[in-house]
Every structure is written in C-alpha cells, then in structure tokens.
C-alpha cells in the first residue's frame, strides 16, 4: 500500500472512531475545497477543516450504527480518487435539518484529494451532504431506500 492510501485510511480509521483532532493531523492549514466556492462562499479563504469535522459528527451522530466503506481507490501521483459510502439507520439525531426518520440510509460520495508532505491539501468532489441535501424519504410502499448522493 503507498503512502498516501496508508494516510488516508488512518485518517478515516480515526474520525470513524470519532478523533476530533484528526482532521487537524491529517488536513493542511492552508488545505482548499474546490467546493466551497459553490457550497459557502463567504468560507473561501478561510481554514474549513471544520466542516469536514462538522460533516463527520453529523454523520456519526445521526447514524449510529453506520458503516464507512471505501468503493473504489485510484491513485496517481500525488492524487487518490475515492468513492465512499456511508450505511446506516437515521435513528440518531438530526443529519444537518433532517429530523431522524428511522429509515435506512444510504450516502455516497466520490472525492479527488491532492496530498502533499503527509497532509491532505486540496479537495475536488461535490459536496457533503450539507443540510442534508438529496436526503430522500422512503415512498408511501416503503420500496425505496433513502438515499444520499454527493
């Protein structure tokens, strides 16, 4: 395994487990989103390890039993694309503004990371999950799954 797939899985094995400081090891200070500018532009500029923090706490919170899976790696350079999903039950508290359902749910996302020197510093990849955008609620027959894309 290289070196930044070995980073990135013991970033993810640490905010899984709920390491708040992770995030600050693993993300540079200078670390930039090519989301923000779409997502929250009052943010560019600004150090936004934060809400990544913010999206891991959600997530574990509103999903206690969830599962953080790794689909797929590709990694060239100095660049490792993922796609990730998260599974769980929304019995938790509220993902963003989405009060807890009860119902499965799926989240899946896909990102483009830049690492340098041992750090994460560049982002590319939709946004995650804020106010819990595209979180779906089962239909009346129960045949679908709430689901999550970013």
């Keep these: 395994m290289s070196e930044n797939l070995a980073l990135l ?26 989301v923000t500018e779409r997502v929250n532009p009052a943010m560019v500029g600004t150090d936004i390890r934060g809400e990544e923090l ?13 599962v ?23 019995t938790g ?6 009060e807890p359902s009860g119902e499965p749910v799926i989240i899946n996302g896909t ?3 830049r690492i340098r ?3 994460v510093v560049e982002h590319w990849g939709g946004p995650h999950c804020q106010d819990g955008l595209g979180l ?8 679908d799954r709430s689901e999550l894309r970013t």
Excluded: C
Excluded at 54 to 66: E, G
Excluded at 93 to 98: C, E, G, L, P, S
Excluded at 136 to 143: A, G, I, L, V
């Design 54 to 66: 913010k999206w891991w706490t959600q997530v574990r919170n509103a999903f206690p039993d969830m």
């Design 9 to 34: 899985g013991a970033y993810s094995d640490a905010m899984f487990r709920g390491d708040e400081q992770a995030v600050f090891e693993f993300w540079s200070e200078d670390f930039v989103s090519h």
């Design 93 to 98: 508290t509220a993902f963003y503004a989405v």
């Design 117 to 119: 020197d041992g750090k």
């Design 136 to 143: 779906r609620p089962r239909t009346p027959d129960h045949s």
């Design 111 to 113: 990102a483009i990371l």
């Design 68 to 90: 953080f899976t790794v689909d797929l790696l590709i990694e060239s350079d100095d660049l490792v694309v993922s796609n990730w999903t998260v599974r769980g039950t929304h």
